[in-house]
């Protein structure tokens, strides 16, 4: 019982199914851990036990009365980026430090109805802004492999709980790779479906032509279970749209039962030069070049792709998501919820006190990027040339899928770096340089395991898929999972019992 943590979700569902243990058993193991343990991580802002107890008990009675919901009792927790009826939902920021949502977003009561158990709500950079988790009001994430290293972000929490020991699977959100770089830099598996394919309704929103919900696990099957109740329609979600829902778990199953020596038979995979550019560091260039040999050996066949300049793709990002950030944060004013400034002496004072207190540097720096851009003066000159070229960076993915099935890349140009390395921001932002053109095309991409650096440091392989293709992306890696181990090396943290 001392390392259930360390099963699989499949494992435990079994366990589940055969009595070896009990939900509440689960729940009170894992509770166990995040009480002894997160001290050092810094991955939780809200516990929520005594309601994740209280679930457990009524998921054992559910489960005893013949209920054969796969995921039930299985617990789990969300990035705090999505409300939750009754509990604290801060995205990460001092602006909502005491907003309890008065509604559950839509991926939250899918999961609760799915009979999932939630043990609270996962640290973040501010409003999903950053790479690192350093910019959280709750202060940083640490990284269970390295306590001294950044767990990525913005998901940094989600990643460091898992990677911890502390859940089995949780949910992470990702504008420009926040599900992606995290897991990378915590050694997970984690996936960002098509645009459109889960609801967005009730996730606060950074940049809404690009935000989407994903699933994290330390495998891929671990990211199907959890996904699989996320996806579908929601009206309530103008963005969301209707389309043919797969059964991720079975698709898995599926193609594990059809392979032979040679899974990746017939399967053409993409590389692009442009991925493997200037900043990319030479270990972790070893380590994805090798993977790709892996898969080269199981069948696959590697072909040269052209993607758009990252150089041009980073611009363009971070010209628009600062831009819908901007428009999607004028909102937070200090009169409605959240933050507000202690006597003001009239409305502006309000205003600008508010915000100025109530968001963080980054923020700030990304709301007043965004509101330049959207100025009269200089809308035409960047945001719709910027528009513009997001076009064409879509067309240059299209031409891409026209030679192979997936594309793969490094996931993120280095490993872990350390915290409080005091990075400029534009260094940061490169940091996100192999993972933001899949937002601006609203393509599903995932990050694998494939190796650890010299120092122990997980380094991340990013495939990207086509439309809708995230069966095809978790199979991908779900095979090659099937002929290597490193979805099941641990962290530093995850090996210690309590």
Known sequence: MSELHLLSTQQLITGL???????????????????????????????????ARA????????????DKRPLLGVPMAHKDIFCTQGVLTTCGSKMLHNFVSPYDATIVSNIDKAGMISLGKLNMDEFAMGSDNESSYYGAVHNPWNLNHV???????SAAAVAAGF??????????????????????????????????FGMIAYASSLDQAGSMGRSAKDCAYLLQPMIGHDPRDATSIKYDMPDYVQDLNDAE???????????????????FSKGLDAE?????????????????TIVEVNITDPDITLATYYMLAPAEASSNLSRFDGVRFGYRCENPTDLIDLYTRSRSEGFGPEVQRRILTGTY????????????????????????????????????????????????EDLDPATMYLGDVYTIGVNLAGLPALSQPVGLTSEG?????????QYWQESKLLATAHLFQQHTDHHLQHSTIAKETV
């Open 55 to 66: 679930q457990a008990q009524a998921a054992d009675e559910m489960r005893a009365q013949g």
């Open 167 to 200: 859940v089995p699977v949780a949910t992470g959100s990702d504008t420009g790779g926040s599900i992606r770089q995290p897991a990378s830099f915590c050694g997970l598996t984690g996936i960002k479906p098509t645009y459109g394919r889960v609801s967005r």
């Open 151 to 157: 767990p990525g972000g913005s998901s940094g929490g």
């Open 284 to 300: 972790v260039e070893t380590t994805i070049r090798a993977a790709l040999k892996k898969y080269e050996e199981l069948g696959a």
């Open 17 to 51: 199914q055969d009595k070896q243990f009990s939900s509440a058993e689960l729940t009170e193991h894992y509770i166990k851990r995040i009480n002894a343990l997160d001290s050092k991580i810094n991955s939780f802002i809200t516990n929520t036990s005594e309601t």
């Open 373 to 420: 851009a959207l100025s009269a003066g200089y809308f035409d000159a960047y945001y719709t040339k910027a528009q513009k070229i997001r076009r064409l960076i879509v067309k240059d993915f299209e031409d891409a899928f026209a030679n192979c099935d997936v594309i793969a890349s490094p996931t993120a140009p280095t490993a872990a770096y350390k915290l409080a």
């Open 457 to 465: 440091l997980p380094v991340g392989l990013q495939l990207i898929g």
């Open 257 to 275: 039962a059809a392979a032979g020596d040679k899974p990746f038979a017939g399967l053409r995979i993409g590389v692009a030069k442009e991925y």
